[in-house]
């Protein structure tokens, strides 16, 4: 199990954390002083502090208002400034099943503690909010505010009357319900064996007025600058790279893959099963994404996207865009004609 003072999260965090303190008429300092965390980290916008410190500063703050649902307070000072890129790039999506999983793949930037995967069936598309096994584990009051964020984020997508159609959250009842139900709008259960909020999928799939192709992917590309920093020894991010790498001409499989990772299949399968996820899985992620990009750049054809992204003929790729995406790559920007 990993040592809380091994993982770190986002000063960005301790900034809301004192926002609504503040709020709350709550002297601050002696809290962020209890807690081992210098004030002066809060002015600089990289700044991390190790999840150890932002634990207790979490059950300082509960402790000193008495509000279990203290959690859901903090969500509400989260602004587009707190979370860098990301929160940019989440409110430019295609629409909230693609916001969805952009705060999954992203979510490691906000803090290395996060271990959060999307889900969908036929009728639903969900968020499970997990965490690596830690000791002490984060706040439960953490986990309530990134499942508000995702909310309220969801809400300033899609519209007001945009509710999860469950939520499903891994910490004790609550004394009172009465927040939590305001937060959320929809039926909720407590001590589940997953943080998971669930949404209607044909709600989910609704193209966004707000999406932005460009903007999402100058913003996407410092994000994976980001990670690739934090998550070095991370195998997803580590077979993202050499997927990357081995698309363009095709050339990608599994074993090309793992001998790029000095791997063998075996152990490469193992690893990625581990994380919830598989070969297949990371490439088709992996293949959207790039496209995306590629055709918001505005700098190559139908087909030359095609090839970048291992694909044999500009047909293929469309359908298979057409299949991630409902529509034409020829539809998602300007560039210059097929060739």
């Known amino acids: 199990m990993t040592a809380a003072d091994d993982i770190t999260s986002l000063a960005s965090w301790a900034r809301?954390?004192?926002?609504?303190?503040?709020?709350?008429?709550?002297?601050?300092?002696?809290?962020?002083?209890?807690?081992?965390?210098?004030?002066?980290?809060?002015?600089?916008?990289?700044?991390?502090?190790?999840?150890?410190?932002?634990t207790r500063l979490w059950d300082a703050a509960v402790a000193a208002t008495g509000d279990d649902a203290f959690g859901l307070r903090v969500a509400r000072h989260v602004n587009q400034a707190t979370f860098h890129a990301l929160t940019v790039t989440t409110l430019v999506s295609d629409s909230l099943r693609d916001a969805m999983q952009r705060m999954v793949r992203y979510g490691r930037v906000v803090t290395d503690a996060a271990q959060m995967q999307f889900g969908e069936d036929a009728r639903h598309c969900w968020v499970e909010l997990g965490h690596v096994p830690v000791d002490p584990p984060p706040a439960w009051q953490a986990v309530d505010a990134f499942a508000a964020i995702l909310v309220r984020t969801a809400r300033a997508l899609a519209g007001g009357d945009c509710h999860p159609v469950q939520a499903s959250l891994a910490r004790p009842a609550p004394p009172s319900l009465d927040r939590f139900e305001q937060t959320f709008a929809c039926p909720l259960q407590f001590g589940a064996a997953q943080t998971r909020i669930v949404y209607d999928?044909?709600?989910?799939?609704?193209?966004?007025?707000?999406?932005?192709?460009?903007?999402?992917?100058?913003?996407?590309?410092?994000?994976?600058?980001?990670?690739?920093?934090?998550?070095?020894?991370?195998?997803?991010?580590?077979?993202?790279?050499?997927?990357?790498?081995?698309?363009?001409?095709?050339?990608?499989?599994?074993?090309?893959?793992?001998?790029?990772?000095?791997?063998?299949?075996?152990?490469?399968?193992?690893?990625?099963?581990?994380?919830?996820?598989?070969?297949?899985?990371?490439?088709?992620?992996?293949?959207?994404?790039?496209?995306?990009?590629?055709?918001a750049s505005a700098q190559c054809s139908v087909t030359e996207v095609a090839y970048l992204v291992g694909f044999s003929d500009a047909s293929s790729f469309t359908r298979a865009y057409k299949r991630w995406t409902g529509h034409a790559p020829s539809q998602s920007a300007t560039r210059k004609p097929a060739s």
């Open 16 to 54: 809301a954390i004192r926002a609504a303190l503040v709020q709350a008429g709550i002297a601050w300092e002696p809290l962020f002083c209890e807690a081992g965390i210098d004030p002066a980290c809060l002015a600089n916008p990289d700044a991390r502090i190790p999840l150890s410190q932002t």
């Open 201 to 295: 999928r044909g709600q989910a799939l609704r193209p966004l007025e707000t999406a932005n192709p460009a903007l999402r992917a100058v913003n996407e590309a410092l994000l994976d600058d980001m990670l690739r920093h934090r998550l070095r020894d991370d195998i997803v991010s580590s077979v993202r790279d050499a997927i990357s790498r081995l698309l363009p001409g095709g050339a990608c499989s599994q074993q090309a893959a793992a001998q790029a990772l000095h791997l063998s299949q075996r152990s490469l399968q193992r690893k990625l099963a581990d994380r919830g996820t598989s070969f297949r899985a990371v490439v088709e992620t992996t293949r959207r994404e790039l496209a995306d990009r590629h055709l």
